[in-house]
């Protein structure tokens, strides 16, 4: 029985390892040619998977596809939780998240190739609400809530609609990057929102305050998109 057991916990770990490798090698072409031109014969291949193992894991491309949109978002997912468990304050807490949503994970093909599928074939996470895209918005609306009950904000702030602007931001800027091949642009792109944002948002003396927090943000990435968790 033990060893029967035995075998079954190497197999389960083999089946686990080839997953996970496969899963690596369709991020990285996924990330260098596209969904329509990622072939599974190169991912199989260069995994040293047979076609039959490939197929095991993922049936279709799609799947292999959803799969590498799921890790992807779920490593910015476990850096945004990072991050906002970082600060006390909902305000700053809002701006680190705008600056991970818009640079976190740069160097990784994982979730290089998951905004990249997100942008191609459109967010597959399971097929059902919320989108990858309403729960940011979701994020960033109970954040500013939390800061205009803290009293950093104005009163009278549209919590729906910023929410909307501050992830089209954030967004924006990580698109941009990748169009222009611009590596240290999304944190200045995003700096460069703040900057503009706040004095609308908040009191004169908390702009200031907030602007050079904002600043120390792009000061704190790294052009390869990875974040200090400096203060």
């Known amino acids: 029985m033990g060893q029967t057991s035995g075998t079954g916990l190497v197999t389960q ?14 991020a990285e072409e996924f990330d260098r040619h596209g969904y329509v031109l990622a072939t599974l014969t ?5 995994s040293d998977t047979t076609k039959g193992g490939l197929y095991f894991h993922f049936p279709t491309k799609e799947d292999l596809a959803r799969a590498v ?3 992807g978002f779920r490593r910015l997912e476990q850096a945004c939780a990072q991050r906002m468990a970082a600060h006390s304050g909902a305000l700053k807490t809002l701006i ?3 600056y991970v949503l818009a640079d976190h994970g740069r160097d990784d093909p994982m979730l290089r ?4 599928l997100l942008v191609e074939i459109g967010d597959y ?27 950093d904000l104005r009163a009278g702030i549209a919590p729906d609609e910023l929410a909307e602007v501050l992830v089209e931001m954030a967004y924006g800027a990580r698109v941009l990057a990748v169009a222009t091949g611009a590596a240290d642009s999304p944190a200045h792109r995003v700096t460069a929102g703040w900057s503009l944002l ?34």
């Open 13 to 26: 770990s083999r089946a686990h390892l080839t997953r996970s490798a496969l899963l690596q090698r369709a």
């Open 42 to 46: 190169a991912i199989s291949g260069k």
């Open 69 to 71: 949109i799921d890790e």
């Open 96 to 98: 680190d998240f705008s």
């Open 113 to 116: 190739a998951a905004f990249r």
């Open 125 to 151: 996470r399971g097929g059902g609400p919320p989108s990858i895209f309403e729960t940011w918005i979701l994020h960033c609306r109970n954040l500013i809530l939390a800061a205009s009950q803290e009293g």
């Open 198 to 231: 706040l004095p609308a948002l908040t009191e004169p003396a908390a702009a200031v305050y907030f602007r050079q927090f904002a600043a120390r943000r792009s000061l704190t990435t790294s052009p390869r998109g990875t974040e200090s968790t400096g203060s």
